[in-house]
């Protein structure tokens, strides 16, 4: 019968498939680094490189950033990736505390994959990311003798939560470019309506709405398409006055999905060497994802911390507060 260590492992291998997999960025494609193992070659190197030595580990560095990078998203994707790779060495601890107190064993393995989320939440500010995987493997073995010696059965096996914790969602203000409290009005469609007029305005102020333009055409044509769910266009945005209900993106769209530290550190407003020892001493205000020697920042993270807003918007919104700021007339 399948154990929680054997549902992380499909779950996750449900997901990769047969494709590449990327630790710097997330997306191969996207990926400066040409070196992208399939999931089972990956997994299989994690687990070496944990055994070994985790804290000297590039490898484990990366894949904790990326499970941070999830976190922001409400994405357990990589956080499952890292159980996925921990879990092995949980194996040989739970079976046997299980056979020596006689306990459930899928009992033992459900608490350990529950302690090693709770060294994980924990462990998101303040700790390098090189010691995370330690503390989680330690933090997880204690548990495990811990319930073998009470003998108690506090664990319920059947805890979706295991699975998919929530996070919680990073609020950020949206900057108004008017007097209008987009959160004071009542009628969603307005709302909707008045965050994207005030986002093409923006973009026309700021000299930015040529590759707006470009995007837009990409959409309406098929080639590209916005990063939001349909499920979400289907549920809240879609507005039966407004042409193309499949034509909403994400503001970060328009944006690399990441930037050097370079770059990141200026728009932070503070040196790139003071960015360095941040990340060294655990103490980035967000997660950073290691490429090569070199670190890159997801421009999704940079904004939740620049509290700059990523709404949903609509292409003809944009495009109509594009219009009004640069004074056209259709």
Known sequence: MPDVFDRIEWTVRDHFGEGLVCVHVGNAEECDIKRHPTYSKFRAQAIRAGVRSAPTSRLWESMIAMGRLCDLDDDDTWRLVILDCITPSFRQVSASVARDFRIECEEIRSAMVATALEVWADTAMGVPPRHVRDRMVKAAHGVAFRRGKSASSEWSTDEIEIFRPEVPAQDSALSALSIIDVGSIRDQDV????????????????????????????????????????????????????????????????????????????????????????????????????????????????????????????????????????????
């Open 191 to 330: 709302a909707e309506q008045v965050r994207g007029e005030r986002f093409g305005s923006l973009l026309q102020r700021l000299g930015c709405f040529d590759a707006a333009r470009g995007f837009h055409e990409a959409i309406r044509s098929g080639r590209s398409s916005g990063s939001v769910r349909r499920a979400v266009t289907e549920s809240r945005l879609a507005r039966s006055r407004v042409s193309g209900q499949s034509f909403y993106y994400y503001s970060s769209d328009l944006y690399p999905s990441f930037i050097g530290l370079r770059e990141a550190a200026s728009v932070m407003g503070i040196a790139e060497s003071a960015a360095h020892r941040l990340i060294r001493a655990g103490q980035f205000p967000f997660p950073v994802a290691r490429a090569g020697r070199s670190y890159k920042v997801s421009v999704r993270a940079l904004m939740h911390f620049m509290d700059i807003p990523d709404v949903v918007v609509h292409v003809d919104d944009v495009e109509n507060g594009s219009l009004h700021a640069s004074g056209g007339v259709r």
